[in-house]
């Protein structure tokens, strides 16, 4: 099993920045794909970014690609979302998942586990 915890969620001004971790604890997550999604009120779940297992590989939604940056640290087992110039739009829960993906996937029905979620608020 493993189980996973978001951080560093808040309230930001636009044009503000916030990074998100991902922390793990339970079985390694070092061969899973990890990825972030997020969720808005009264909207679906959506992709924001995923990497694969050896972090090489990193893919995002366009409505982030140039904002948003994910990232890995195998050694300590966990994930980071480093969020820049935020916008209105980005006001979401952030979630953390693993995959058995390696490369990462940007469907929410590809991943295992998942963490509670972190709010994120972009005032205007």
């Known amino acids: 099993q493993v189980h996973l915890v978001e951080s560093g969620g808040g309230t930001v001004q636009a044009g503000g920045s916030l990074r998100l971790s991902c922390e793990t604890s339970?079985?390694?997550?070092?061969?899973?794909?990890m990825g972030w999604f997020r969720q808005a009120p009264g909207k679906e779940r959506e992709f924001v970014a995923t990497?694969?297992?050896?972090?090489?590989?990193?893919k995002y939604a366009d409505s982030v690609k140039g904002r948003f940056t994910i990232s890995r640290d195998n050694a300590k087992d966990t994930s980071d979302l480093q969020m820049n110039n935020l916008q209105a739009e980005d006001t979401a829960v952030y979630y953390c998942?693993?995959?058995?993906?390696?490369?990462?996937?940007?469907?929410?029905?590809?991943?295992?586990?998942w963490g509670p979620g972190t709010q994120v608020t972009v005032s205007s």
């Open positions: 998942a693993a995959t058995w993906v390696s490369g990462g996937s940007e469907r929410p029905g590809d991943y295992t586990y």
């Open positions: 339970g079985r390694r997550v070092s061969v899973h794909g």
């Open positions: 990497i694969s297992w050896s972090g090489d590989t990193t």
